[in-house]
């Protein structure tokens, strides 16, 4: 984990340096970055809201769909490990 940090740092770092050569491009670039994490942020909140089923596990997930339509889900036999 740490050295997926320290590998974004060094990039973030590179494109800084390469900006310094740059500076309208780099104005360019944070425009962009910015608007690429709203846009971000924004669909993460629509997800929310128009999909409820987004965050769930494929069996609840299932099990909702199949209650939206007005049935209910079989009980499913569990493995016994112990025998």
Do not use: W
């Not at 494109?15 to 690429?36: C, H, L, M, S, W």
């Not at 971000?40 to 069996?59: F, G, I, M, V």
């Not at 997930?61 to 007005?70: D, F, K, M, N, P």
């Amino acid at each position: 984990m740490a050295t997926e940090f320290l590998s974004a740092y060094r990039t973030v770092v590179r494109e800084v340096q390469k900006a310094a050569e740059d500076p309208q491009r780099f104005g360019y670039d944070i425009q962009n970055v910015v608007t690429f994490m709203q846009s971000q942020r924004t669909h993460k909140a629509l997800l929310e809201r128009y999909n409820p089923l987004h965050d769930l596990s494929t069996d609840q997930r299932i099990q909702a769909t199949a209650r939206r339509v007005g049935l209910d889900m079989p009980l499913t036999a569990k493995r016994d490990e112990d025998k």
